[in-house]
């Protein structure tokens, strides 16, 4: 609840304010409610701490990243465009090119210019809090957790594919983007694992699937994440490739706030 001391002088606390010019008067939201909304909605988006200041107009794509550019270009379009277009993203590329920030920044300005609420989910993360919540003393349930998952107008998955392959992580990674797709949800999704089909065909049996297979080659999303997932992706997202060295956009963020 606001005191007096801090009841807004362009609305004086009603959330609406008259627009000026034009025949008839007309109300629109103050902007002291927009900016609350906003404020409201980037916390729900649980953007961790280390990507905060990322945005899409903080990324670097000049110079040795001009590489980049295309990249950049791509995830401007779609925030512009959404939701007219609501086709995901599947941003992929090495260790350090900038997928994050670039996904981040389509969410924040999502989020700031369009108020259209958002989630961010590392992969490895959204696993272990569902593996979690299989122990009885924790308190949330599978589907608790799950549900902002689902539900979500735009979900950022970081990292998709950085967990190890098991019958588990397969039946979990199909529920999340199936279900995501059913609904016609967007998902803008980052992998450092190639999107190429799976290679050798593992042993059904499950858990693990030879760390001596694997080792052999480059392991693809397809290994990652089973072929059958990796081709409903591209019936989800656009796929945007990421090329260049591991330059490490938060060199320069570090100094940036
Ligand atoms: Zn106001």
Not at 147 to 158: A, S, Y
Not at 227 to 255: H, P, W, Y
Request: hydrophobic share 35%.
């Amino acid at each position: 609840m606001k005191t007096s001391a801090e009841i807004c002088p362009l609305c004086q606390g009603t959330g609406w304010k008259s627009v000026a010019g034009g025949v008839d008067r007309r109300v629109t939201r103050c902007d002291c409610r927009v900016q609350a909304r906003s404020e409201a909605l980037l916390a729900a988006a649980r953007i961790p701490k280390r990507y905060e200041h990322c945005e899409l107009s903080n990324f670097e794509f000049d110079g040795p990243h001009r590489g980049l550019a295309s990249a950049r270009m791509a995830a401007c379009r779609f925030a512009e465009e959404y939701p007219m277009e609501h086709t995901g993203l599947l941003l992929v590329g090495s260790i350090g090119v900038g997928k994050t920030h670039l996904a981040v920044g389509i969410i924040k300005e999502l989020v700031v210019s369009k108020h259209i609420p958002c989630l961010f989910y590392d992969y490895r993360e959204l696993l272990k809090e569902i593996q979690n919540s299989y122990n009885d003393s924790v308190k949330a349930t599978e589907l608790e957790v799950l549900r902002p998952v689902f539900d979500t107008e735009v979900l950022v998955l970081d990292e998709l594919g950085a967990v190890k392959p098991t019958e588990w992580v397969w039946d979990t990674v199909s529920l999340i983007l199936n279900t995501r797709y059913n609904d016609n949800r967007t998902t803008i999704i980052t992998t450092n694992f190639p999107d190429e089909p799976a290679g050798e065909p593992y042993a059904t049996s499950g858990v693990d699937f030879g760390r001596a297979q694997r080792a052999a080659r480059r392991e693809t999303l397809g290994d990652r994440i089973g072929e059958r997932m990796r081709s409903r992706l591209t019936e989800m997202c656009r796929i945007v490739k990421m090329e260049g060295e591991d330059f490490r956009q938060k060199f320069k963020s570090a100094n940036f706030r």
